[in-house]
């Protein structure tokens, strides 16, 4: 089953450089820069929409999650043929917008930090709903095989809502306070990072039942910290990224089974997946640079430097 939030890679990556208000344009072969457009704030991070055409990407507003400078409510609208800015949607409110994702619906779901929500978003319209979990949500995950959104809300849980009604079902416990969260390709596994220790997750999430937790062995653990993941197109490989920690490690996802760990440069934040199934992409935010590495070893096979503060990045066709 296709994953419209995490599809095989394609010839072309989009990068966000969130703290010089940038994207940039890459061919994936080669990794020459194509294109670098202005933003109008910064951008933290993208979904695409089911045609593959826009990318549809989040205007936190500058600084950090508790230091924030000047929060935002906006969302950029960007036309992948011609590389170029298209619109803005306006929130409505001063939400500080963070994850998103698309829905098989045409529907744009993002977090909203400030509301302590998550928003629902048509954009043929602009019209937008508003979900309250309650706390401040930062990340989501939708599973369409389930019909679920999960939102990390850096609690010791995670909320689940029906993707049909807009409403919150469920609460799943876990040990520790959420970070980063991810679905598998199949939308039946659904994995957690936490925060305040160094593993994550595994949670089915059709039973919303933890099944395990995962151990991440990181050469230098400090706690809290953000911590990312992310699941290879394939359903082959899960990888994880410990930001302060400057870490990175990869896990085969069937029996989640350490594959290999290594250092990164300062700050590793988005995961992507490269075209073919064998490489992915990691930016590391505060050195400015992209690494390409090998998922079956995590061989660092090349790197890219990029504009301050990158964050996500998707190879797209």
């Not at 194509?34 to 910064?42: E, L, Q, R, Y």
């Not at 906006?74 to 409110?93: A, C, K």
């Not at 045409?106 to 937008?128: F, M, Q, R, Y």
């Not at 689940?160 to 409403?167: P, S, T």
């Amino acid at each position: 089953m296709l994953d419209l939030n995490n599809r095989p890679g394609g010839p072309n990556l989009i990068v966000t450089a969130k703290t010089a208000h940038k994207v940039h344009f890459l061919d994936a072969e080669t990794l020459t820069l194509a294109k670098t457009i202005d933003m109008p704030g910064s951008t933290h991070e993208l979904a695409l929409s089911a045609d593959g055409r826009t990318a549809y990407g989040t205007v936190y507003g500058d600084g950090i999650f508790t230091r924030r400078i000047n929060p935002d409510r906006r969302i950029v609208v960007i036309d992948l043929p011609s590389q170029s800015l298209t619109r803005v949607i306006d929130l409505g409110e001063t939400y500080a917008p963070h994850g998103v994702m698309m829905d098989e619906a045409g529907t744009l779901w993002c977090s909203a930090e400030l509301g302590n929500a998550v928003l629902a978003i048509n954009p043929a319209t602009d019209k937008v709903q508003r979900v309250d979990v309650g706390s401040t949500a930062h990340w989501l995950a939708i599973s369409h095989a389930t019909g679920k959104v999960f939102v990390s809300v850096k609690t010791d849980f995670v909320v689940v809502i029906d993707l049909a009604r807009r409403a919150i079902v469920d609460r799943i416990k876990v040990p520790h306070l959420t970070e980063g969260l991810a679905i598998a390709p199949d939308g039946g596994t659904l994995y957690v990072c936490a925060q305040t220790a160094a593993e994550f997750y595994v949670i089915d999430a059709r039973s919303h039942a933890v099944l395990r937790t995962v151990p991440v062995d990181e050469v230098n653990a400090k706690n809290p910290q953000m911590r990312r993941v992310r699941v290879s197109p394939d359903n082959r490989y899960v990888t994880v990224a410990s930001h302060q920690g400057s870490h990175a490690a990869i896990y085969a996802a069937d029996g989640v089974k350490p594959i290999a760990s290594f250092p990164t440069k300062k700050g590793p934040m988005g995961f992507g997946f490269a075209p073919g199934g064998e490489r992915a992409y990691l930016c590391c935010h505060d050195d400015a640079v992209v690494f390409e590495f090998a998922l079956a070893d995590g061989q660092i096979t090349r790197t890219f430097p990029t504009a301050d503060g990158c964050e996500f990045i998707v190879a797209y066709h």
